[in-house]
């Protein structure tokens, strides 16, 4: 019998030109990072993907005939993007606490909550306002973590503050509000208004009179207008609507003081790996720990260094779509239903869709993609057989298990590392490859 060393060889033999070609973790800027990830956090608060990129195209629009400075419009740009982003942190606890999923929380269907707490008891319906305006301080401590500019942490802190001095935190009203926020708050309300009609001419109509309706309450009545006069272009209709808007985006973004660099693309995946964590119910650090050994396995498959650092942001990430699986079926300790189960076996193909937005990040979102897939072809979401499965997805799907097995989970034991070794052991050749199931127990 082969060692492991030799297989592994053999394994790069005979996959030839694909993985004989340079493989390394692409430069992106901050801008890239933002648009993409974004998707990520359009999940977490149960939105159609993109619901971020459409504010952001309508703040930017609004921006524009503002004629806000430089810093501001970087604030509305990155604040839109990311206004949300602390939703995954406090999502199970507000999911467990009123029994409703993200999207009737956080999403379109958010009238269901309203009723909710309109039948409860006051003191009840405080605490869940509390903990549910608490995912803003959390967003904007994220936001800093993730070197956003400032201006963006502001404005994602009172992005739901009120013209009329109703809103929260309810620090601030009317000019003292700053301008991006006040912004972002009318793109928000507007897009979620254009998201629940059944046409194009529908939501032309249907805007325009929903922030009139608001004009003086919850949006600055100034900008109100001033969005009045652009959703009568019907070139403002047709970048909205048009399936370039990334592009769109890109070529809008403010100048940025950090060009393109592989440390941005790897500082950045470092953080937002514990908005992941905190959303499956982990403590911070634990796709940290799943990456780094993915690395250290990577570099025992004899891959290069570059190409076992790719390995590491693939297995940093591998586990975004995550943020898509309400929180209910995530810290379910009971079997999962069928139709829950297919809720689950979706998120590789949601990492995929998140990770494919980044530029350069093709070929890694097609392992996140197949890190659940099996080599006896019962894997998920594809079924796909061995040869089918890159190494690289090889490699992350035995990390995933040893790190799953050695965490806190609130349906099992944790396990040491022998008792892992020995169920991952007994998982080799079905479930995890053989091979690299043996260099395993040489990197733990």
């Not at 990520?40 to 459409?54: F, K």
Request: hydrophobic share 45%; charged share 25%; with cysteine.
């Amino acid at each position: 019998m082969s060692t492991p060393d030799s297989t592994v060889l053999e394994w790069r033999a005979s996959l030839g030109a694909e993985y004989a070609a340079p493989k390394r973790i692409p430069p992106l800027s901050l801008g890239e990072l933002a648009l993409g990830t974004s998707l990520a956090v359009d999940l977490a608060e149960g939105r159609s993907p993109g619901h971020a990129q459409r504010v952001c195209y309508i703040g930017m629009a609004i921006a524009s005939h503002v004629g806000v400075d430089p810093r501001q419009a970087a604030g509305v740009f990155y604040g839109s993007l990311m206004h949300d982003l602390g939703v995954p942190f406090i999502a199970a606890e507000v999911t467990q606490r009123v029994g409703l999923d993200e999207d009737r929380i956080f999403g379109p269907q958010r009238q269901l909550l309203d009723k909710l707490m309109a039948m409860l008891p006051e003191h009840e319906a405080e605490a869940v306002r509390r903990l549910t305006t608490s995912h803003i301080e959390r967003g904007a401590e994220c936001a800093e973590d993730l070197h956003l500019p400032p201006a963006a942490v502001t404005a994602i802190r009172a992005h739901h503050e009120n013209w009329d001095g109703t809103g929260v935190p309810g620090v601030n009203a009317g000019d003292a509000i700053p301008i991006e926020a006040r912004i972002i708050g009318l793109s928000h309300f507007a897009e979620s208004v254009i998201a629940g009609q059944p046409s194009a001419l529908a939501a032309r109509h249907s805007v325009a009179v929903a922030t009139a309706a608001q004009a003086g309450k919850e949006l600055d009545p100034e900008l109100v207008s001033i969005f009045e006069r652009i959703v009568r272009r019907d070139s403002f209709w047709l970048g909205y609507y048009d399936d370039g808007l990334v592009e769109l985006l890109a070529e809008a973004r403010p100048a940025e003081s950090h060009k393109r660099s592989r440390r941005m693309t790897m500082d950045f995946a470092h953080t937002f790996a514990d908005v992941i964590d905190s959303k499956c119910g982990y403590r911070p650090g634990h796709s940290a720990r799943c990456a780094n050994l993915a690395r250290r396995l990577a570099l025992q498959a004899h891959l290069e260094e570059a190409h076992a650092d790719l390995v590491w942001w693939a297995a940093l990430m591998r586990d975004i779509g995550h943020l898509g699986v309400p929180s209910r079926i995530m810290a379910k300790s009971d079997i999962l239903s069928i139709e829950e189960m297919q809720l689950v076996q979706m998120h590789p193909v949601h990492s995929k869709m998140i990770i494919e937005a980044l530029p350069g990040m093709a070929e890694v979102a097609r392992w996140v993609s197949m890190h659940h897939e099996w080599p006896d072809g019962k894997g998920y979401p594809d079924s796909l057989n061995d040869a089918d499965i890159p190494l690289e997805a090889k490699i992350i799907s035995v990390v995933d298990v040893f790190n799953a097995l050695t965490s806190e989970r609130p349906y099992r034991e944790t396990l040491d590392r022998e008792g892992a070794i020995e169920i991952i052991e007994g998982a080799s050749g079905s479930q995890l490859d053989t091979d690299l199931v043996t260099l395993l127990r040489n990197v733990v």
